[in-house]
């Protein structure tokens, strides 16, 4: 996966140059300059939820992009900008590359990647996409944002080792300091048990035994499926050398969530399920939150999620830019995002930027229980000589991104 | 029996007209608890705890200094406290979420903003009608009026400008682009200028309010902290047009600004999360709310000192003083 094999489509690019700005501008009055961003996002097959209490979700992202149109539109009324959304939502399998290049074909420079993070590499490193804005609002992969980064790519979606930083600093707060790690068998139940092993050596917390649990897939309604549940889990987590806290990574909900309460010491199930650190919280209600949780209710019918949210954060972010610097184009727009000047507000009590190291978004990290906000990382007592922000996820000396060199 | 006393000396001072610090008392509402807490200015003790509607937030006088206009968030109404009674004597229509209004200079009607529905209400305080509701931005916040009452400015959090209203015709006749997330507006007495707080950006907007541009933006330094932590809200200009003061919120300090020259003169420490302030009649007197610390903080304005700290509520919000 390393930089784009096709050199030879040249051409293509000029020959896209002729073509004229999105067709989602039309009829619009002269004096009102027309923003069109796209939404790409593939269609995949959904588990039954992992409890009645979820509610499903087929739109899962796609709302937030499109109450990001809604909000960026009302400030548009006064600053003659008007925002379209044009949705790519590719089937089952489909081809994901083409329908990028399909959206390319119309014009479009800031592309909404809503995307795992094979996919988002795919596009990202399509030629002729080498002058968009990409804005990646699901992958966590801490690779995207190391090896693995793209200099057309902007994260909203905290990566798997800032949710994992800001996790450490609350146990480190309340002296938790020795964890029990249970990691499921996917893939990204790996990716986030690399991030806390990461977590843990960072801020010197000790895990004092590593458990895999393989949960066997199976249907996920069962009419007595507590009995057997509650045979296993204290089997399973029996025999542990004294633990301060379970860590979980279950990135499917297929067991974690049986952890609770079913422990064979009495201990906190932390991680993915538990007390969880994510981007966005149902209960998250601080610094005007619950303006914005009103706001998206009412919209989609359904609450937020982590990746609406980032979703939102990344149409937010473009029109910040279209409105500060009064100009639509991808030069203007990508420098002044990427440039000292840009903050966008994300309801977090202070201004989200940009890594200019990796293109991460700094973010304070939000801790819930299942009903309640428990805490938001970074805790105090975390110094960083330039943001505490940065004592989350990759610095800069750290960073093993070269980005610089892949843009020049 | 001292609350008995209590309301026999504020009818005194009603009826008598005085104005000085002795016998003002400061109500503050207590968005957690669903409370005012009612301060004697003259001792600096709370006298007593008043239950309002929920989450209390915005707070304000009437012109003729007769009743409180409380803004019930969560009730979606304003509540009207008459102080001689020292009770709720009646609601105002209000729209949804109401946070912060402004009166104006006339003493009616009351213009509220709606967080929640990127509104503005207008309603008539004597007839309790609704006159009219006036689109805005998203997530509308921090309003002011200017003196002579023909100026509205509506700020809203997400779309960060500050939106100017003719209160004749209700149509917006201007939007200024302001720093991130506008908090509060608040018009110097002369009406030249229009101070707007930038609680992400950080800084304080200076709009000229003849010309409307932005003419000075004020940022400030604490040495210790970081940058993100300093959050302007809540911010008074004195009358004589000399001084400014801004609440940084997290920053837990107060900024005392030159307002001619905007030069930072100084930072008093208050308690935590320092949001909304109000003077007593004659400004020698500014009362913070600090959120976090369930406290207010009572600044000696000729000496710039902090000069006491008193136990209110969970989480005070708003603060007004009768004289």
């Known amino acids: ?16 140059l002729a073509v004229a700005a999105p067709a989602a501008a039309q009829d619009t009055p002269a004096d009102v300059t027309s923003i069109s961003i796209a939404y790409i996002t593939e269609r995949v097959k959904d588990l039954p939820p992992f409890s009645l209490v979820d509610q499903p979700t ?18 548009g009324r006064f600053t003659k900008q008007k925002f379209t959304l044009d949705e790519a939502v590719v089937p089952i399998g489909g081809d994901v590359v083409a329908a990028f290049r399909d959206l390319l074909a119309k014009g479009h420079k800031f592309i909404i990647s809503d995307l795992p993070a094979a996919q988002l590499l795919a596009i990202a490193d399509v030629p002729e996409a080498k002058d968009t804005l990409i804005f990646n609002v699901q992958a966590k992969d801490d690779a995207l944002r190391g090896e693995q980064c793209r200099a057309n790519v902007l994260h909203t979606m905290p990566n798997y080792a800032i949710l994992a930083d800001g996790l450490a600093q609350y146990l480190m707060w309340k002296r938790w300091a020795n964890w029990f790690l249970v990691v499921g068998t996917g893939d990204d139940d790996k990716l986030f048990a690399a991030a806390l092993r990461r977590a843990a050596d960072r801020f010197s917390a000790t895990i004092v035994e590593e458990r895999v649990f393989d949960a066997a897939p199976g249907a996920r309604r069962t009419d007595t499926g507590y009995a057997l549940i509650q045979k296993q889990m204290p089997v399973f987590t029996q025999g542990v050398s004294d633990y301060d806290v379970l860590v979980v990574s279950d990135e499917r909900d297929a067991f974690g969530e049986y952890l609770q309460y079913r422990t064979w010491d009495a201990r906190p199930v932390v991680g993915t399920q538990g007390l969880v650190p994510t981007a966005w919280h149902r209960s998250q209600e601080q610094w005007g939150a619950t303006q914005m949780q009103n706001r998206f209710v009412k919209f989609a019918g359904r609450w937020m999620t982590e990746r609406d949210y980032s979703a939102w954060l990344a149409v937010r972010s473009i029109s910040e830019a279209t409105t500060r610097t009064n100009k639509t184009d991808y030069a203007s727009v990508n420098a002044y995002i990427r440039g000292p000047e840009f903050g966008v507000a994300g309801f977090k009590g202070q201004k989200l930027t940009f890594r200019d190291w990796d293109g991460q978004l700094r973010q304070p990290v939000l801790l819930a229980g299942p ?14 000589q330039f943001s505490e922000l940065d004592t989350l996820g990759f610095d800069r000396p750290e960073t093993t991104c070269k980005i610089k060199a892949a843009a020049q | 029996m001292k609350v008995g006393l209590m309301v026999a000396a504020v009818t005194l001072v009603t009826v008598g007209g005085m104005r000085s610090a002795a016998a003002e008392t400061i109500y503050v509402t207590n968005e ?9 200015g003259a001792t600096l003790e709370v006298t007593k705890t008043i239950p309002v509607g929920q989450r209390p937030r915005g707070i304000t006088l009437s012109k003729d200094g007769k009743r409180l206009f409380i803004c019930a968030s969560d009730d979606n109404e304003i509540q009207v406290f008459d102080i001689a009674r020292q009770a709720i004597v009646g609601t105002l229509p209000s729209g949804p979420d109401p946070e912060q209004f402004i009166l104006a200079p006339a003493g009616n009607p ?6 929640d529905d990127n509104m503005v209400t207008v309603v008539d305080v004597d007839s309790g009608e609704k006159i009219t509701e006036i689109p805005v931005g998203v997530e509308p916040e921090g309003m002011g009026i200017s003196p002579d009452g023909k100026i509205l400015v509506s700020t809203s959090e ?6 100017f209203i003719d209160t004749e015709s209700h149509g917006i006749v201007d939007n200024i682009l302001v720093d991130s997330r506008p ?15 930038s609680e992400i950006g950080g800084t304080v907007n200076v709009i000229d309010a003849a010309t409307r541009k932005v003419v000075k933006k004020i940022g400030f330094e604490v040495q210790g902290l970081n940058a ?18 801004v609440a940084m919120g997290p920053a837990n300090r107060v900024a005392v600004i030159d307002a001619q020259t905007f030069e930072v003169k100084d930072y008093l420490l208050v308690g935590q999360r320092v949001w909304q302030m109000a003077f007593n009649a004659d400004e020698s007197r500014l009362y913070t709310t600090n959120g976090n610390s369930n406290d207010i903080s009572v600044i000696d304005v000729a000496n710039l000192e902090v000069t006491k700290s008193i136990t209110v509520g969970n989480q005070p919000w708003g603060v007004a003083v009768a004289p």
């Open chain 1, 1 to 16: 996966m390393r930089r784009p094999r096709v050199r030879c489509a040249g051409f293509l690019v000029i020959a896209l």
């Open chain 1, 58 to 75: 087929t739109d899962n992202g796609l709302m937030g992009a499109r109450l990001g149109i809604e909000d960026d539109n009302t400030t």
């Open chain 1, 371 to 384: 009903r309640t906000l428990v805490s938001v990382s970074p805790q105090e007592g975390f110094l960083h």
């Open chain 2, 32 to 40: 957690k608890d669903n409370t005012v807490t009612v301060v004697d």
């Open chain 2, 110 to 115: 009351l213009y509220i903003a709606n967080e």
């Open chain 2, 158 to 163: 997400t779309t960060n400008m500050a939106h």
């Open chain 2, 183 to 197: 908090r509060f507006a608040e018009f110097t007495a002369d009406g030249k200028q229009l101070w707007v707080t």
């Open chain 2, 228 to 245: 993100e932590a300093i959050q302007p809200v809540g911010v008074r200009v004195t009358r004589d047009g000399k001084l400014a003061f």
